[in-house]
């Protein structure tokens, strides 16, 4: 068996399994992160239009210092699109994790959802998530993983979210 179908077949292992941090013989190194940040509006470009003003589409930049599920920090930029109507609707971005020993893991949002109450607050977000690349021991990563939020306020609001990854690192 040839090293790519080797490492094919443990990745696709540590993903049904939702393996925690061990290692795959010589195809790479698996790492599973639960980072848990409440994130902050620091920067956002919203447009509304349409009747009433009910749908919104734009970006927003939300940052964070929070926790890895060993308990190192990590901070977290996500840069977020979003398309909503009423508060709800489809959104999608990039993540970037900083981790307490200065590695980088880039992060893309996939298929996107926002909840939201009628008057746009108490929303709850969801979707998956697929691993770019990342810098230092992160490096020649992929993986995937979900992400889960809450929001009591309008948008723009603080967001607690929950980043559940699976990541192998290439070896």
Avoid at 40 to 58: E, P
Avoid at 101 to 109: C, E, M, S
Avoid at 152 to 162: H, I, M, N, P, R
Wanted: net charge negative; with cysteine.
């Amino acid at each position: 068996m040839s090293r790519r179908s080797r490492f094919l077949l443990a990745a696709v292992g540590v993903f049904a399994l939702g393996a925690s941090v061990s290692a795959c013989s010589d195809s790479g190194t698996s790492m599973h992160h639960v980072v848990k940040v409440d994130l902050t509006s620091i920067n956002k470009a919203l447009h509304k239009v349409g009747a009433d003003d009910a749908k919104v589409y734009g970006f927003n930049d939300l940052t964070g210092a929070g926790t890895d599920s060993d308990g190192s920090k990590v901070d977290v930029e996500f840069l977020a699109f979003v398309d909503y109507n009423k508060g709800s609707g489809a959104f999608d971005g990039v993540l970037t994790f900083t981790f307490a020993n200065g590695d980088t893991l880039g992060v893309r949002i996939v298929g996107g959802k926002a909840v939201a109450a009628t008057d746009t607050t108490d929303a709850t977000f969801a979707s998956k998530l697929d691993v770019i690349d990342g810098t230092a021991g992160h490096q020649g990563s992929s993986g995937k993983g979900t992400f889960v939020g809450a929001r009591k306020d309008a948008l723009g609001g603080l967001v607690q979210a929950t980043f559940d990854m699976n990541v192998v690192v290439a070896g």
